[in-house]
């Protein structure tokens, strides 16, 4: 069964830091974009961030300048370091993988993942 198991959300203040990870179960690392995407109550599925294979990264401008995308195929990891977090980045983020339409939105409605869950408070 094809899984990702994300991690490293919790509760921070404005301003704050968190790293979530992302880690694939059930198939190879290699030769695949990422990305994560977040979704809070009452929102539409947001693509944040995604990661080429040749490298290329695109990021939503909400958050252009301070999150960044990463792997570490070593560790067979993909990273969003988010910086400067604030309350509108509240939302659970979920890591995605593969061939996907990735500005469709509609990952949030059957992520490969359970998602983490992030909160900023003001």
């Known amino acids: 069964e094809v899984q990702l198991v994300e991690s490293g959300g919790g509760s921070v203040r404005a301003g704050g830091s968190l790293r979530l990870s992302c880690t694939p179960s059930g198939f190879t690392f290699d030769n695949t974009d990422w990305g994560w995407y977040r979704q809070a109550p009452g929102n539409e599925c947001e693509l944040v961030s995604r990661l080429g294979t040749d490298g290329n990264t695109y990021y939503a401008d909400s958050v252009k300048g301070r999150f960044t995308i990463s792997r570490d195929n070593a560790k067979n990891t993909v990273y969003l370091q988010m910086n400067s977090l604030k309350p509108e980045d509240t939302a659970v983020y979920y890591c995605?993988?593969?061939?996907?339409?990735?500005?469709?939105?509609?990952?949030?409605?059957?992520?490969w993942g359970q998602g983490t869950q992030v909160t900023v408070s003001s």
């Open positions: 995605a993988a593969g061939s996907l339409d990735w500005h469709s939105g509609s990952y949030c409605l059957d992520p």
